[in-house]
């Protein structure tokens, strides 16, 4: 009994933890370091196959960049709205998927085990994504032709992707 006891006392004590913690967090506007209408910050990262690339790769185009974890259930939701549309042959912007705190070996296996194809790049030290924010994933970012962000979001909503690609087929 007093096993179970301590169990549950150790229990609400890390709820109560959490929830501290997650008071102290930044609102997602504090936590962003650009916003619509900024440049995108330029950064080169290499891709899972060895291939290095950078921002300014992309220029003349309209990119979306999306800054992910692998433990993120609504990363893989998004990531997951974004593969169907592939698979179902929407016309889609280049795209470059950011894994924040993974190494390759990491994304490497999280891509396989959903059959994602999109490029993707390990961050494990944050230094891309600390260009862009400073908590909060997933976040998606519609950068135009210019490398101007035109359309940012944070976090999950399922309307995000179908906006995201909309308007990045107007610049296409």
């Not at 997602?28 to 440049?39: I, L, N, P, Q, T």
């Not at 593969?83 to 396989?112: C, F, K, M, T």
């Not at 979001?153 to 990045?168: G, K, P, Q, V």
């Amino acid at each position: 009994m007093r096993r179970v006891l301590r169990n549950i006392v150790l229990a609400a004590l890390a709820v109560i933890a959490t929830a501290c913690v997650s008071e102290n967090l930044p609102s997602k506007e504090e936590s962003s370091k650009v916003y619509e209408g900024d440049m995108a910050p330029k950064f080169t990262t290499t891709l899972l196959d060895g291939t290095e690339v950078s921002l300014d790769d992309y220029r003349g185009a309209p990119l979306l960049l999306i800054m992910f974890d692998c433990g993120c259930p609504d990363c893989k939701m998004l990531l997951d709205e974004l593969h169907a549309a592939i698979a179902r042959g929407e016309s889609v912007p280049a795209i470059l998927a950011i894994g924040r705190d993974s190494d390759a070996a990491l994304i490497e296996q999280y891509r396989e085990n959903n059959g994602y194809t999109i490029p993707m790049a390990p961050d494990p030290d944050r230094a891309v994504y600390g260009l862009y924010a400073s908590t909060y994933v997933p976040r998606a970012y519609l950068v135009d032709a210019k490398g101007r962000i035109a359309m940012m979001t944070i976090e999950y909503d399922d309307w995000y992707m179908s906006e995201l690609l909309n308007r990045a087929r107007a610049m296409m």
